[in-house]
């Protein structure tokens, strides 16, 4: 038995059921979503930093622009003033969807990661913006992620295709999931899909520093298939976290899933977005070296490897071109404790932030290694070489590897002649 063996059916379409997890900010980049889409998988890209990321792919200049805009604000701790243009915001949204979109080959589909915890100083006009720009853009799903807000399908509701594109929520108990779907069935319009994302997944993590480990992905995946099961609802239950083999996602689809979300294995991918010398890291990670911490300033725990230069950083905020992650209001647990390090600075001193980290300027600079807890496994999935460096394998290999393995055995890729 192996995962060909099965198919995900979203209304009248059907996947090979893998999922690569969304990963901002550009891990999970256009090429990387696309090669699940060709193989007839599902792909995801995210809209995390969504001005940045284009600039960064098409020379645009919306940070450029927004930083000159607001920069009298830039050494005052209020932010409140500091707000995304939503016509530009929708016009980076819809370009970077839209050049996505247009190079589909494949019978999968392409969904977008959107992290509802992205305030970005306007939470709700925000949120309405980038999810219609991604429907207009011919986005085939969105998967609400981080922050869910009970308010989304309303805010959306009046789009003309609110009831075709595929909608997936990603929760981590069935007590988020109880809540969320109250509304969805008061709007006629429940989920075509579940993500039931477990203690292991990388990102941000709806389990406390503390006790994430005296949790377990099998149980709340269980609890989940029973509450939809007492409710009447036959809705596919796709659990993410710590599936690191074919046949760890086997055991799920035999159990009922109805497909899987996997992301750590592909963050090393030639496609995947970081750069090579940070895949090399992430492969000699040990398991000591992954930590689940609460540095970022969204209030979530994040795992991250503890090398992770974020963790060092003592840097002004740089909201005035990035301010994703500034509440309704301009606040940011950074700003705050950046100004009170500085405050409390002795002469001389070096500027230490100890608790919080810049995760804009953070992840924008691929200087926060967010992680899954098996990457310290990473090291069995592909080849030393001869000069000292891991094989970096395809997207392909990898997601073929998931598709056709048995065993938990794992194919490494063929050997790369350097
Ligand atoms: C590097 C990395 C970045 C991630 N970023 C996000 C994100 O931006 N939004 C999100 O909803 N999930 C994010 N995740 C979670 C994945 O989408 C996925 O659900 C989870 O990691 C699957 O577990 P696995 O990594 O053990 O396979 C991230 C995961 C990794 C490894």
Same mark, same amino acid.
């Given at each position: ?95 970077? #969807?839209? *050049? ?5 080959? =494949? ?16 939470? #709700? ?33 009046? *789009? +003309? ?76 239950? #796709?659990?993410?976290? =710590? ?31 970081? +750069? ?43 909201? %005035? ?33 100890? %608790? ?16 899954? *807890? ?11 070489? +001869? ?8 997207? %392909?290999? #990898? ?14 890729? %063929?050997?790369?002649?350097?």
């Amino acid at each position: 038995m192996n995962v060909d063996n099965f198919r995900l059916q979203l209304g009248k379409k059907e996947y090979v059921p893998i999922i690569i997890g969304g990963m901002g900010v550009n891990i999970s980049t256009t090429e990387l979503a696309l090669a699940a889409e060709k193989l007839g998988g599902i792909g995801h890209i995210s809209d995390a930093l969504i001005t940045y990321v284009c600039d960064r792919i098409f020379s645009t200049s919306f940070v450029s622009r927004k930083r000159k805009k607001y920069a009298q604000y830039s050494a005052n701790p209020d932010k409140s003033a500091v707000l995304f243009d939503l016509e530009e915001l929708a016009e980076a949204q819809k370009k970077y #969807i839209e *050049h996505t979109i247009s190079q589909k080959t =494949g019978k999968g589909a392409v969904f977008l990661n959107c992290m509802e915890k992205l305030t970005m100083n306007s939470g #709700i006009e925000t949120l309405k913006v980038r999810l219609s720009a991604a429907m207009d853009a011919g986005i085939d799903g969105l998967t609400l992620a981080a922050g869910l807000n009970l308010r989304t399908l309303d805010l959306i509701q009046d *789009h +003309p295709r609110f009831r075709d594109v595929n909608i997936g929520i990603i929760i981590s108990s069935v007590r988020a999931l109880a809540i969320f779907l109250k509304r969805a069935i008061r709007l006629n319009r429940v989920p075509d899909y579940i993500i039931v994302e477990g203690p292991l997944a990388g990102g941000h993590l709806g389990f406390g520093p503390a006790d994430w480990h005296t949790f377990d992905l099998k149980t709340i995946f269980s609890d989940v298939l029973a509450f939809l099961k007492k409710e009447g609802l036959n809705i596919p239950v #796709i659990p993410a976290g =710590g599936i690191f083999t074919g046949s760890d996602a086997v055991d799920y689809l035999q159990m009922g899933a109805g497909g899987v979300q996997v992301a750590t294995r592909f963050t090393i991918s030639k496609e995947a977005g970081l +750069p090579a010398d940070v895949k090399q890291n992430y492969i000699n990670a040990r398991e000591e070296d992954i930590v689940v911490n609460m540095a970022s300033t969204t209030g979530y725990p994040m795992r991250m490897l503890t090398s992770s230069p974020t963790l060092r950083y003592a840097i002004k905020p740089n909201c %005035e071109g990035l301010g994703y992650l500034l509440e309704n209001g301009g606040k940011c647990t950074y700003i705050d404790e950046y100004y009170q390090a500085l405050a409390e600075r002795k002469a001389g001193a070096p500027l230490v932030v100890k %608790e919080k980290t810049c995760l804009c300027t953070g992840m924008a600079n691929y200087d926060c290694w967010t992680c899954g *807890h098996t990457t310290y496994r990473l090291k069995e999935t592909t080849n030393l070489l +001869p000069n000292g460096k891991w094989q970096l394998p395809t997207a %392909e290999d #990898i997601f073929y590897d998931y598709q056709f393995s048995r065993d938990h055995s794992i194919m490494r890729p %063929e050997p790369e002649v350097t």
